[in-house]
Structures are given as C-alpha cells and as structure tokens.
C-alpha cells in the first residue's frame, strides 16, 4: 500500500517561530502536494511539485514555501508563523502519468499558532 | 479546472444505496470526474474516477450523464463507515498530472 507520511500529527508554535512540515511518500511518486483544510474553506492547494528541485505555487502560496531536494520528501516551511496560519496541513502524492493521477494522502498537521 | 456544485449534506438510511450528486456543467473534454471522501480526522481517500464512461469499482459506482454535465456517486449498501464528506472533483489529467481543487463537498450522514 502507498503510504504517505506526515512528521507530526500535532503542532503548537509561537507567532514569529520558522515551522517545518514534513512528507515523505514510499511509492516513488514523482508528484507531491501540499494543502490546507479550514472548516467552511475545503482543501485549498498551497503548493505542488512534479519533479525533485521543482515547485509551482498553488491557490495560496503567500507565507508559504517548499522544499523538494529528494523525490519521496516534499517539506512545507512557514517561515514566521501568524495566528491565520493555524490550520490542518495534507500532504499527497501521485504519480505522474496521463489518465490516472489519483491521489494520496496523508494523515494530516494539525498546526496551532499561538 | 471546472467548477463543482454539491448539496452541504444529506442522510442515507444504513444498508441502503446512497446516491451523491454533482453538477459540472463547465466541464470541458480533457476534464475528468473525480471522487474523494473524507472521514473525520483522517486524510482525503481516492474512491473513483472517470471521463466519459460509467465506472464501477469495490468501492463505488460512478454514473456521468451523457453531456458529462453531472455526475452521481452511488455507494450500493451504505454502512456507517461511509459516514464522510465526499468531494466531487474535475481535473485536467496532463503530463504535470494536474492538480486537484477541492470544493465543499457533501456530508454524507448514514443512519441506524
């Protein structure tokens, strides 16, 4: 089975602090994502990767950025918290072929910023 | 990508088919109909995809009209398992392998 992983189920960071999210998926998927989910907002895309080193911005990229040095791992850097940014974080993967693209995802962040 | 419309929720009686509906009518022809399902606490699961074609699998029966302009997700024997929020989705699938915006959904309730 695929099996996407996120670092931490649960955060709780100060405002102004740099935070780390971690993804790592095992079924050598070339494409990772990165969502948020907020109660009446649904998933929104903040961004995606298709390739190791490449990024593209999602719907709401702002205060946001990624890392894709290594193709299973795909991290999401807050670089200086706010309060707005407390949310649940999914991570996904597919695999990049014309017809399929279903995607997996993980359990999910949940990130508290006080 | 196109845009979806879903009911907020619904309630379905346990053992029974649930049948959760979405309008697409913008769709366009490289677009295919996506369903994910989300239960409380847990990632979005994949359930089913399809372009043209009805589509069935252990999970689901996925119904498009012919126009492809809405689409129907049948679960044949509900269970209170299935209790979720089910995303409709349609999606250029291409060589980035597109990505997925997901609207409001449906809360699918399904009861004793």
């Known amino acids: 089975d695929v099996k996407v992983t996120q670092s931490s189920r649960y955060l709780v960071k100060r405002t102004g602090e740099k935070v780390f999210l971690e993804c790592v998926q095992d079924m050598d998927h070339e494409n990772m994502f990165w969502y948020r989910q907020d109660p009446g907002l649904g998933l929104r895309l903040i961004y995606f990767?298709?390739?190791?080193?490449?990024?593209e911005k999602g719907d709401i990229p702002e205060g946001y950025s990624v890392s894709r040095e290594k193709k299973e791992r795909f991290s999401l850097i807050l670089e200086s918290a706010s309060t707005n940014q407390t949310s649940m974080y999914l991570c996904?993967?597919?695999?990049?072929?014309?017809?399929?693209?279903?995607?997996?995802f993980g359990e999910g962040s949940r990130l508290t910023v006080l | 990508d196109a845009k979806t419309t879903q009911p907020t929720s619904m309630d379905c009686a346990e053992g029974r088919a649930a049948n959760l509906p979405c309008n697409h009518s913008?769709?366009?022809?490289?677009?295919?109909v996506y369903w994910y399902r989300q239960i409380h606490s847990q990632g979005p699961q994949y359930i089913i995809h399809?372009?043209?074609n009805n589509e069935t699998n252990e999970m689901a029966s996925l119904i498009i009209t012919e126009d492809r302009k809405s689409s129907t997700l049948i679960l044949p024997h509900a269970t209170l398992r299935d209790t979720a929020v089910y995303y409709c989705?349609?999606?250029?699938?291409?060589?980035?392998?597109?990505?997925?915006?997901f609207g409001q959904g449906t809360e699918l309730s399904v009861k004793p």
């Open positions: 399809g372009l043209k």
């Open positions: 989705i349609v999606r250029v699938v291409g060589n980035q392998g597109g990505k997925l915006i």
């Open positions: 913008t769709i366009s022809g490289n677009e295919y």
């Open positions: 990767s298709y390739d190791v080193k490449m990024k």
């Open positions: 996904a993967s597919s695999i990049l072929q014309v017809g399929t693209g279903e995607l997996f």
